[in-house]
């Protein structure tokens, strides 16, 4: 499925349903993330789990999820954990989907909240809306 048109929006929702029914984690289960997202997107939701999951999940849970998807095994064309990382991201950045790979200090297991901290300059906002997500279900 194509990613979310409004990525930002997906991820501030999808973040804002998780904390609030989790607490806030550096990494959720799939499960957790695709319940969120039926609770939120109902028909939609299958559309986008995959989309959530590769922000909220880490690597190794993306993974084994997906190897046990008998469709995905029989389709075998889902795009990789840090691909569709990258283009969730690609709002928050100058740089394009190809140069993603090429920033060294990127790394599949850093956590959502850590998005911030990666490879200086490059993520334009992302701690600000990080935060925001929080200031807004203390509010």
């Not at 939701?45 to 999820?65: K, L, P, Q, R």
């Not at 993520?123 to 203390?138: L, N, P, Q």
Request: hydrophobic share 40%; aromatic share 16%.
């Amino acid at each position: 499925s194509p990613a979310p048109k409004n990525k930002k929006e997906y991820i501030q929702t999808i973040a804002t349903g998780l904390v609030k029914e989790h607490g806030k984690k550096k990494f959720y289960a799939p499960i957790e993330v695709i319940n969120v997202n039926e609770k939120i997107y109902k028909e939609e939701a299958i559309n986008y789990y995959w989309w959530g999951m590769c922000i909220f999940c880490s690597y190794d849970d993306f993974t084994e999820v997906y190897d046990a998807d008998e469709e995905n095994k029989e389709k075998n064309n889902m795009p990789f954990y840090d691909d569709m990382r990258a283009e969730m991201l690609i709002e928050f950045t100058a740089a394009s989907i190809e140069s993603w790979r090429t920033i060294p200090t990127i790394d599949h297991d850093v956590s959502w909240l850590d998005f911030g901290d990666l490879a200086e300059g490059v993520f334009e906002g992302i701690t600000e809306f990080i935060v925001g997500i929080f200031e807004a279900i203390s509010s």
